[in-house]
């Protein structure tokens, strides 16, 4: 039982250090849009690369919803997301291959 416990301990970490990296690459890309950057400059298009399969979706669903305010809320949204799932599934699969062990 002690290998799926390290097994799961691995999956937990790494998926941590995922949703970290996602946290932050989506932070830059907030930061960017602030300064009106240039639509062609590669760091831009990473990050819209990165981030727009989680905030495109994200955008469909609250559109409607922002139309009013005009503010795009999807990376607020998403930092709930990343957060939710880091403390409750990363924690839970930790729990569990420390239960394992």
């Not at 409607?64 to 799932?85: K, W």
């Amino acid at each position: 039982m002690f290998i799926i416990a390290y097994i799961l301990e691995g999956i937990a970490t790494v998926l941590g250090l995922a949703l970290s990296i996602y946290y932050y690459l989506l932070l830059a890309r907030v930061l960017i849009s602030w300064v009106n950057p240039d639509p062609y400059n590669q760091i831009v298009v990473f990050l819209r690369q990165m981030t727009d399969p989680i905030l495109e979706p994200l955008r469909r669903v609250f559109l409607p919803l922002t139309m009013q305010i005009r503010v795009d809320l999807s990376p607020i949204l998403a930092f709930f997301i990343i957060v939710f799932l880091q403390k409750s599934l990363v924690g839970m699969l930790f729990h569990i291959a420390y239960m394992l062990k």
